[in-house]
């Protein structure tokens, strides 16, 4: 254990923070080509309180068919309404 912390303190610079300003830290990253990376936002796309009709299962999880174009699914429950 004595050795990692011998080697990190000769190794890792110590840490200096400087006030600035908004300003000065974009003009730094411009000319580095730098660009930050937003956190996107959660989006709820659920709403399982709704007063809405639910329909029966009719297809069951059956997927065998005899024939093509028997049965078509599609979920479209990414529409907003």
Do not use: C
Request: charged share 25%; hydrophobic share 35%; no cysteine.
């Amino acid at each position: 254990m004595q050795n990692t912390n011998l080697f990190l303190r000769q190794v890792a610079p110590k840490r200096t923070f400087v006030s600035t300003g908004p300003n000065k830290v974009a003009r730094r990253m411009n000319k580095m080509n730098l660009q930050a990376i937003a956190k996107k936002k959660f989006k709820v796309t659920t709403d399982s309180e709704h007063t809405k009709p639910i329909y029966e299962n009719v297809l069951n999880r059956d997927f065998v068919t005899t024939k093509i174009n028997q049965k078509w699914v599609g979920d479209i429950s990414y529409f907003e309404t």
